[in-house]
């Protein structure tokens, strides 16, 4: 199994307009990140309002990133979809931009049981073409994922 360890930031979504991506800041930030000795990049999580942004957003954004690190650290792609096959999608298109690994939160909407969050990622993790990283973020989701689970 894939680990991930020390310094990764979550990092901001600098945009032009509230449907464009600025991509010359985007690097900017990548480069001052990877300068700055991080041990990897998180994208889409809270802090890069991921749930916020159109997909088109989410993707360019994945691939600028890649892109900009060039392989020096680990990039990891906050997915937040409720549908396992919409999020087995964009794990995939991650991992074509050349994204290290997914942090996943539990679908939202609705309260979901530990014996359900134990599915959701289990299933997710054996079918997803990344490693998975479990995001708890129960102020958003509604579900809080207890350590035994």
Known sequence: MKRFTGLIPPMVTPLAAPDKLDVASTKRMVRHLVDGGV????????????????????????????????GKVPVLVGITETDMEDALRFAAKCKAFGASGVVAAPPYYFKLTQAECAQWFTELADRSPLPVVVYDMPAHTDTIIEPAT
Not at 58 to 64: C, D, M, N, S, Y
């Open 39 to 70: 041990d990897g990049i998180f994208l889409l999580g809270t802090t890069g309002e991921g749930p916020h942004l159109p997909y088109a957003i989410r993707e360019e954004l994945v691939k600028v990133v890649c892109s900009a690190v060039k």
